[in-house]
């Protein structure tokens, strides 16, 4: 059941149409994440699903209610922001419980839940403290306790782990997760941040423009690119300028517009959008984990020179100088060097191919 029903949402500011007839649902306890680039519409569409922005076009419903025309006090929504805003005059406690105590919740059901909700983000000990006693990440779960205590039908998030370290940030998506999952409270969260989004989430949104350019679970995004656009914003992606030779007997031959390289690819197994004829321009996206590194060439490899490597820990990204291209390649066991002559190769299955854009 869709606790959230956005339907043809469109908001516009003078010429600029900063969302374009955007429709997606948020199930029940799902969590959901809208992903994009800065100015690509996310922001402005949790603030209008939180009733802060008033839609140019457009309804939304929350819970089979429209709230469209309602203000935020009357939508059963939290949002929870990167400024945390947390009380410096009030202790953790207080913070959480200050808004049941604005809707007249006794004193006894008010200790009550605020003792449940620090358990559940593991912060029992720590009601009498004042937030300045508390580190980044404790004050992050302070924030996160008071706006669940309430059990909102909806939870908003815009961008709240933006201003931890890195260290910290990926601490604290475990965290969300784990509270997400005990409270199983709906979520729609908003972030440019692709690591976050990708670890986080049941389902993405992906924002281009104020349009969604393709949504679905992280593996569908991920290994199923339905642009070159989403392909390049999830995650590293080597692309290459190519000309179709041929198209026959559910094979295309592809040559590689900057080196000599013709490459013969199925038509079954490559992820393509687009129905490629002889002497069209496509663009072949493979992503670094899926480039193999040899020394023989196999008949169907792209030769190149090593330029340089970089040693990651779990593995080495080899950049490589094929023509006018300069690949990435990220293997476990590397013992190429800088002026290496090398061959690079990928599984048809791990290509994509897509129309020029």
């Not at 908003?156 to 199983?184: C, N, V, W, Y």
């Not at 900057?258 to 996206?285: A, P, Q």
Request: hydrophobic share 35%; aromatic share 6%; charged share 30%.
């Amino acid at each position: 059941m869709s606790l959230l029903e956005v339907t043809d949402l469109t908001k516009e500011f003078g010429d600029l149409t900063a969302v374009d007839d955007v429709s997606l649902e948020v199930e029940d306890g799902e969590f959901v994440t809208i992903l994009g680039p800065s100015g690509s519409g996310k922001s402005t569409i949790l603030r209008m699903v939180a009733g802060f922005e008033e839609p140019t076009e457009g309804s939304i419903v929350i819970g089979g209610d429209d709230v469209t025309d309602e203000p935020p006090f009357k939508r059963d929504v939290n949002m929870m922001f990167q400024d945390l805003a947390l009380f410096p005059h009030l202790t953790v406690a207080e913070n959480i419980g200050y808004g049941l105590k604005q809707q007249g919740v006794p004193p006894e059901e008010r200790k009550e839940r605020i003792e449940d909700i620090l358990e559940v983000v593991r912060l029992s000990d720590y009601g009498d403290r004042a937030p300045e006693e508390l580190s980044g990440g404790e004050q992050q779960r302070v924030a996160l306790a008071r706006a669940i205590v309430n059990e909102p039908k909806l939870m908003l998030f815009d961008e709240p782990l933006g201003s931890l370290d890195r260290k910290l940030r990926q601490h604290m998506q475990f965290e969300l997760q784990r509270i997400q999952a005990e409270t199983g409270i709906t979520s729609l969260y908003v972030t440019h941040d692709q690591e976050i989004a990708m670890s986080i989430s049941d389902r993405l949104i992906l924002l281009n423009e104020g349009d969604i350019e393709q949504s679905g679970t992280v593996e569908d995004l991920y290994d199923r690119p339905a642009s070159q656009f989403v392909a390049d914003f999830l995650g590293d992606v080597n692309t290459v300028s190519a000309t179709v030779e041929s198209s026959q007997n559910g094979e295309l031959t592809l040559s590689l517009d900057d080196t000599e390289t013709s490459l013969v690819v199925s038509k079954d197994d490559v992820r393509s959008l687009d129905e490629h004829r002889t002497g069209s321009s496509v663009d072949l996206c493979v992503r670094p984990h899926n480039v193999d590194l040899s020394d023989t060439d196999t008949g169907q490899s792209v030769p190149g020179t090593v330029a340089n490597r970089i040693y990651k820990g779990e593995g080495v990204t080899y950049l490589i100088e094929a023509g006018t291209t300069t690949y990435k390649a990220t293997v476990e066991d590397g013992d190429f060097s800088i002026g290496d002559d090398v061959y690079l190769s990928w599984d048809a299955d791990e290509a994509y191919i897509f129309g020029e854009e």
